[in-house]
């Protein structure tokens, strides 16, 4: 897979969104009606707490909490005037962009990241309430982290599940002292198996979203492409129309207590997406 390792952490996201435009990436897009459906379900009396993990430069907290698409986002980040700001101007210019976008009940997000420019600059614009730039998987996380993460509700993962190992969540769902949603659109050529089976003992049910799937980028090359279908098909999974069209599938996997499960069928959360 072509990694983009180069735009995933520089001061500011223009390098994300100029690079990843030519290449439709476009998760964050089909996420963002599933997730405001699953925070509508699983929200608590009072302000709901989501923690986006592998936030990025908080892509997904501006598509919760604003009313603003991820069309919106690529023209704002690639247009000439935000090519001729510095960083310090970019990010007073998306202080105000936010804040007139702002919708009328925002969830209160906490990101997680391992690099520290795209949460510093999620935190500075004002789309994370708090953000920590920790690796789970090579330390456990910090007592703020753990303070932060108590009365999370949602966990949302968008890009990077196929970098994380069960540590990760294993460490997170111990911080949290509440019954806890963790949803994860996972590329279809890689498994969600270890991971769910680890979030069994929290007692949560982990279900998959089926028959949907959910472009998430072109294909960089034709080499890349037979990688996706080779490892697809090797999942028992069918190809056709989905890889074979010249895009990377992603699958919603939703771990949940059987209760909440029982309540609110996934098919009603992924709905029209």
Not at 179 to 196: D, E, G, K, N, T
Not at 224 to 249: C, K, L, N, S
């Amino acid at each position: 897979m072509t990694p983009f390792d180069d735009i995933y952490d520089q001061p500011d996201p223009r390098a994300y969104f100029r690079e990843l435009s030519p290449w439709e990436y476009q998760t964050p897009h089909h996420a963002q009606p599933v997730f405001r459906r699953m925070l509508t379900a699983c929200r608590p009396v009072g302000p709901a707490t989501v923690l986006d993990l592998c936030c990025s430069y908080g892509i997904n907290a501006a598509l919760l909490n604003h009313d603003l698409t991820l069309a919106d986002l690529y023209a704002h980040y690639t247009s000439p005037q935000a090519t001729e700001l510095t960083t310090a101007e970019l990010i007073e210019w998306d202080r105000a962009y936010y804040a007139a976008h702002r919708r009328s009940d925002p969830a209160r997000v906490i990101g997680l990241d391992a690099a520290p420019h795209a949460v510093s600059y999620a935190h500075a614009v004002g789309l994370l309430d708090e953000g920590f730039a920790e690796n789970l998987e090579s330390a456990p996380p910090s007592p703020a982290l753990r303070q932060a993460a108590r009365r999370t509700r949602l966990i949302t993962v968008t890009g990077g599940a196929s970098f994380l190992s069960p540590l990760t969540f294993e460490s997170l769902l111990d911080c949290v002292h509440s019954p806890v949603w963790v949803a994860a659109f996972v590329l279809r050529a890689h498994s969600y198996r270890r991971i769910a089976e680890c979030l069994e003992p929290y007692g949560l049910r982990t279900e998959k979203a089926v028959p949907h799937t959910f472009p998430q980028r072109r294909f960089t090359s034709r080499q890349e492409q037979q990688y996706a279908i080779d490892a697809v098909t090797a999942a028992g999974e069918d190809p056709q129309d989905r890889e074979t069209h010249g895009y990377f599938h992603t699958t919603l996997y939703l771990s949940r207590p059987a209760t909440d499960a029982a309540q609110t069928p996934l098919t009603t959360l992924v709905q029209a997406s």
